[in-house]
C-alpha cells in the first residue's frame, strides 16, 4: 500500500532538494511525489542529484496549490521543527509512519513537507490532522529538506515491513482532506452568519474548532451530519430575518 503514500514538497526553492527527496524516496519504495507551486522544476539539477530516481521526477504531480495535492487524501501528516502558538497533536517518527502505513491500506495519504526557510505556514498546518517532529541537536537543529525526507520514508518503510497494524477501532470511511476544507469553509460562513464570530478573536477560535475537527476525523456521513446542522442554522437566521 506504499503506492498510496503521497510525498507533498511545498514551494520548494531548491531543485536539488526535489531530487534528493526523489532518491530518498526511491530507496525506501516510495513513488508518490507531489510538488506545490515548485520555484524551479522541471530542472536538470533535480534530475542529477536523482541519482537514478528520475522515474519518480518524470511522474512527479505539480499542483497549483495544496488543496489539488491533498484532493482524496483520509489522513495528512504535516512535518515541524518548533512549536507553535496553538498546539497541534505531535508524533514521533515512528508513530507518524505507523499511522499512514495503516490509513494507506483504505485509501490516500499524504506527508506533507513545507519551505526550505519556513516551513509549514499556520494555514497549511491547520489541513493536517497530525504533526510529526524529527528529535534533532538542540544545539545545531537544522535538517535538510532532503534529510528530513530520508528520515521518515525510512520509518514509512520500516513500518510497511511490520506488517497492518492491529487496530481496536472498526475501519470507517473517512472524510477526505478536500471534503475537511468544505465543511471548515462552510463552518466559518454558517458562524458569520449566526453572529457568533467576533473580529478580535475569530481567527483564534476558527483555528481551535479546526484542530478540534482534524483531531476527531469524522468519516464522510458525520460531515455530512454537519454541515446539514450548518445549513440549518442559516436557514433558520434567515428566516427570522
Not at 41 to 63: I, N, W, Y
Not at 77 to 98: D, F, I, K, M, N
Amino acid at each position: 500500500m506504499l503506492n498510496n503514500i503521497r510525498i507533498v514538497l511545498i514551494e520548494t526553492s531548491h531543485p536539488g532538494n526535489i531530487g534528493a527527496a526523489a532518491r530518498a524516496m526511491k530507496n525506501m519504495c516510495l513513488s508518490r511525489l507531489d510538488l506545490v507551486a515548485p520555484q524551479w522544476f522541471p530542472s536538470e539539477e533535480a534530475t542529477s542529484r536523482a541519482s537514478g530516481a528520475d522515474d519518480l521526477l518524470a511522474r512527479a504531480q505539480v499542483h497549483a496549490d495544496l488543496d489539488q495535492a491533498l484532493e482524496g487524501c483520509r489522513l495528512v501528516v504535516g512535518t515541524s521543527a518548533r512549536p507553535r502558538t496553538v498546539s497541534w497533536p505531535v508524533l514521533a517518527p515512528h508513530e507518524a509512519a505507523q499511522r499512514l502505513v495503516e490509513a494507506s491500506h483504505q485509501g490516500e495519504v499524504a506527508l506533507l513537507f513545507g519551505r526550505e526557510r519556513s516551513g509549514l505556514s499556520n494555514s497549511e498546518l491547520d489541513r493536517c490532522n497530525f504533526l510529526v517532529h524529527i528529535p534533532t541537536n538542540s544545539d545545531y537543529s537544522s535538517l535538510n529538506l532532503g534529510a528530513a525526507v530520508q528520515v521518515l520514508s525510512y520509518e514509512i518503510y520500516l513500518a510497511s515491513l511490520g506488517g497492518r497494524l492491529t487496530s481496536q477501532e472498526p475501519e470507517r470511511d473517512l472524510a477526505t482532506a478536500d471534503m475537511m476544507q468544505g465543511f471548515h469553509e462552510h463552518l466559518v460562513q454558517a458562524l458569520d452568519d449566526v453572529g457568533f464570530t467576533d473580529p478580535e478573536q475569530s481567527m483564534k477560535l476558527l483555528r481551535r474548532l479546526r484542530r478540534l475537527f482534524q483531531r476527531a476525523r469524522p468519516d464522510k456521513d458525520e460531515i455530512n451530519i454537519l454541515r446539514g446542522i450548518l445549513s440549518a442554522m442559516q436557514g433558520r437566521k434567515s428566516a427570522r430575518r
